[in-house]
């Protein structure tokens, strides 16, 4: 049996490694390309998108999936058409003469909504096949789900070190990846579509019934806060890259190890992720929910505010201090987030808040961020001559953003009040939970 389950975990490993492969391979370069071939105004946009139809495509998809079609099915579907589009995108821009923004953007936007969806797909996979092994999935998928970010990590380097974070190449490589992923996806084990009792309807797929919870106060201050600190989500991602090979306009700089591989500078904040996601639980008990979420808060003013100090030479040490408290901003965030929210509901509306918490942040506030953050750094940065000029709009551009995220931390400390959920005190899940004893049905992992 030990034989067997080894085998699951080397399966779901291989799985979860692909998975966010397809992600690395442009995620945080795509940014730098858009800049090179005279789109930067529009690096926005790029971003924003994903978190447009994060809205509304997991939850369709979802339906699909537990109505009609098995997931393990579903996920290979979604990466065929996630990966057609985004070679689509690719072949486009290899071959134009001038890659204009229409084209561009309308393969990319129908790859990530392809794409998206198939993150909750393969974390459904997983836990479908945890249960048929009969292991548990909150103990044995973390340590699992850490081979996804390496997935993410390999990919990031191996565009920087091939050059295509600079190319459309990348986009290639997420799209073969992509092809793979979906070939792969169907020798995992099947995954039945739930009988018709048991299968949600739209309104709960969607998220929708948990909007019921703004009824609670406290859970309302929450989800708003959880918007705003969303906010901050894909800024890095779409600017670090071509903030940082920005520098290389400058003769002190140009020839420095961080403009020539910005990709691979900022997959440290990856790998600090990979950590800082095995501290949660420690510091969930220890402090509790409101200081956990302070620390991601107080994280991304010095992610934001280490990146306006800093520079490729001299200053590269800042650059690097950056990219480790991002494994704080992220995870303390996103995680503990997800947890909290576990533990403030009732089973028959668990995965609907969950729903609703992605909306929030990755939907809603990473959508209105990037946007926003596209127009100061149009204003800033793009409006401005290359050179040291843009260099000082940069600049600019992070103070505002740290700023921003201090005020989100100083009104969140003053405003949310968190007496029901005390580090090791039961929550409404584990008091709708007291009979199970190993914890399952409420997904404690506080």
Not at 220 to 226: D, E, G, K, L, N
Not at 278 to 285: E, N, S, T, V
Not at 320 to 343: C, E, P, Q, R, T
Request: proline share 4%; with cysteine; glycine share 10%.
């Amino acid at each position: 049996m030990g034989a067997k389950n080894l085998q699951l975990k080397v399966r779901m490993a291989a799985l979860l490694f692909l998975e966010f492969a397809v992600w690395g391979a442009y995620l945080t370069s795509l940014g730098a390309y858009l800049a090179k071939i005279g789109q930067g105004e529009h690096i926005g946009w790029f971003y924003a998108v994903q978190g447009v139809v994060s809205i509304f495509m997991p939850g369709l998809i979802g339906i699909v999936a537990d109505r009609w079609v098995q997931a393990q099915r579903m996920l290979s579907i979604c990466h065929i058409m996630a990966g057609a589009f985004m070679s689509a995108a690719a072949w486009y821009a290899l071959t134009a003469d001038v890659v204009e923004f229409a084209p561009l953007f309308t393969f990319y936007t129908l790859s990530v909504g392809f794409f998206m969806p198939t993150i909750g797909l393969t974390n459904s996979v997983c836990y479908a096949a945890l249960s048929k092994y009969g292991l548990d999935p909150v103990k044995h998928f973390p340590p699992v789900r850490v081979f996804g970010t390496v997935g993410f990590i390999i990919s990031m380097l191996f565009v920087n070190f091939t050059g295509y974070q600079n190319t459309a190449a990348q986009l290639l490589t997420s799209g073969v990846i992509s092809f793979v992923m979906a070939a792969y996806a169907l020798s995992m084990p099947s995954c039945p579509t739930a009988p018709k009792g048991q299968k949600k309807s739209v309104s709960e797929a969607l998220g929708l019934k948990a909007f019921s919870l703004f009824k609670d106060k406290q859970m309302a201050v929450f989800f708003i806060f959880s918007m705003f600190l969303g906010v901050s989500l894909q800024i890095t991602n779409g600017f670090a890259n071509p903030f940082i090979q920005s520098f290389g306009s400058i003769a002190e700089y140009s020839d420095t190890w961080g403009v020539h591989n910005a990709n691979a500078l900022i997959s440290i904040s990856q790998m600090s992720e990979t950590l800082c996601i095995l501290l949660i639980p420690f510091f969930l008990r220890r402090y509790g929910i409101k200081v956990v979420m302070l620390m991601a808060m107080t994280a991304w003013v010095f992610r934001f505010g280490f990146f306006g100090l800093g520079n490729p030479g001299s200053g590269v040490w800042l650059f690097i201090l950056s990219m480790i408290v991002y494994g704080i901003a992220f995870d303390f965030f996103n995680v503990s987030g997800s947890l909290y929210v576990d533990k403030k509901t009732t089973p028959d509306i668990r995965s609907s808040a969950q729903g609703l918490f992605m909306i929030m942040t990755n939907g809603i506030g990473a959508t209105c961020g990037t946007l926003v953050a596209q127009k100061i750094i149009d204003h800033n940065v793009f409006s401005r001559p290359e050179g040291m000029a843009q260099i000082e709009g940069w600049e600019t551009s992070w103070f505002i953003f740290a700023g921003y995220a201090a005020v989100i931390a100083v009104l969140f400390l003053l405003i949310f009040k968190d007496h029901d959920i005390k580090p090791g005190a039961p929550g409404k899940a584990d008091a709708a939970t007291a009979g199970d004893p190993e914890g399952m049905a409420g997904g404690d992992m506080i």
